[in-house]
């Protein structure tokens, strides 16, 4: 699946494929200070799925961002498969993001002058990597998109774009995928598909995959959900339903308060 190597009989697919140690974001200067993230500590072991929920404005965009090494913690680190991140020049982490790490956009940011083999096949080209065409007709096969190799994007359907989108992350076989509201742009169906195909990849490749949502539904194709609140993780669910992902939000702001009251006393 995908060309990558799963999880082998040894257990290939364990150890931690994400750490992230005291990560602040505060965006903004004196007057109009963000703390967008305060003080994130977190560890994912590879060939997890988990979904990243909090109410609007919790810092969820800004997390994927900071652990995907596209926008810079102001404190702490973050580490992708033992490998610091932080603190490395724009060259390096344009490097290390090409070489480690993909990501899935709501609005699927493909090249729209470029068809969907040449959008697939892009990341390669930027990483100096061999352009492999067959693992990227592998990996679009996968995607069901086998017949659509030269048809540009605009000639797809929302849901169609983002498998190509999809494709276009797991080609490079990166530790670790994240996908920021993968679902936002599609309808029940489409979204469905995509969510299958992340959970797939998570299942059948040993891929680690780490997803912002704001739908019950999507997270519930996830192994684990992390809450998030004012920029900290407030909460943490395994196996989850959408109901009761639905249920926990509806109550994360008690929840929340609870915890304040409780560190106060
Ligand atoms: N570039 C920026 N400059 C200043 N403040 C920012 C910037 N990006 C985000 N913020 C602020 O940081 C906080 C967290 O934003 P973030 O986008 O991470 O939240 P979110 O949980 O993803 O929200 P949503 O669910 O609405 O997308 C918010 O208060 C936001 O206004």
Known sequence: MFGRKGPDPAGQATGEALRLEGVRKVYGTDGNRVVALDGVSLSLPAG?????????????????????????????????????????????????????????????????????????????????????????????????????????????????????????????RPHVLFADEPTGALDTRSARDVLGLLQESVHMSGQTVVMVTHDPVAASFANAVLYLADGRIVGHQSAPTAEAVAERMTHLAEEVERQRTMAEA
């Open 48 to 172: 997890s799925f988990t979904a990243v929920m909090g109410p609007s404005g919790s810092g969820k965009s800004t997390l994927l961002q900071c652990a995907a090494g596209l926008d810079s913690p102001t404190e702490g680190r973050v580490l992708v498969d033992g490998a610091e991140l932080t603190g490395e020049n724009e060259t390096e982490l344009t490097k290390f993001r090409r070489q480690r790490i993909g990501f899935v956009f709501q609005q699927f940011n493909l090249l729209p002058t470029l068809n969907v083999m040449q959008n697939v096949v892009l990341p390669l080209k930027l990483a100096g990597r061999k352009v492999d065409r067959e693992l990227a007709r592998e990996v679009l096969g996968r995607v069901g998109l086998a017949e659509r190799l030269g048809h540009l994007p605009a000639e797809l359907s929302g849901g169609q774009q983002q498998r190509v989108a999809i494709a276009r992350a797991l080609v490079t």
